[in-house]
């Protein structure tokens, strides 16, 4: 019987590989949507009305 250590430790081992699958899959899906764009010549501004909003950076403010 294992305990719980080993248990968290297999956890953790576990929920690495979920977060690089994780990774993985969204790098080949990114490389099948730039196939698919220059395939079919899709531009930027074809597309920009479907895609979600894309990360915007913080301004620091200095105190």
Same mark, same amino acid.
């Given at each position: 019987?294992?305990?719980?250590?080993?248990?968290?430790?297999?956890?953790?081992?576990?929920?690495?590989?979920?977060?690089?699958?994780?990774?993985?899959?969204?790098?080949?899906?990114?490389?099948?949507? =730039?196939?698919?764009?220059? =395939?079919? +010549?899709?531009?930027?501004?074809?597309?920009?009305?479907?895609?979600?909003? +894309?990360?915007?950076?913080?301004?620091?403010?200095?105190?």
């Amino acid at each position: 019987m294992a305990t719980i250590e080993e248990l968290e430790q297999q956890k953790a081992e576990i929920e690495k590989q979920i977060e690089e699958a994780a990774k993985e899959k969204k790098k080949d899906d990114l490389k099948l949507v =730039r196939q698919l764009c220059k =395939r079919h +010549g899709f531009t930027y501004n074809m597309l920009k009305n479907h895609l979600s909003e +894309g990360r915007t950076k913080s301004r620091q403010t200095s105190e």
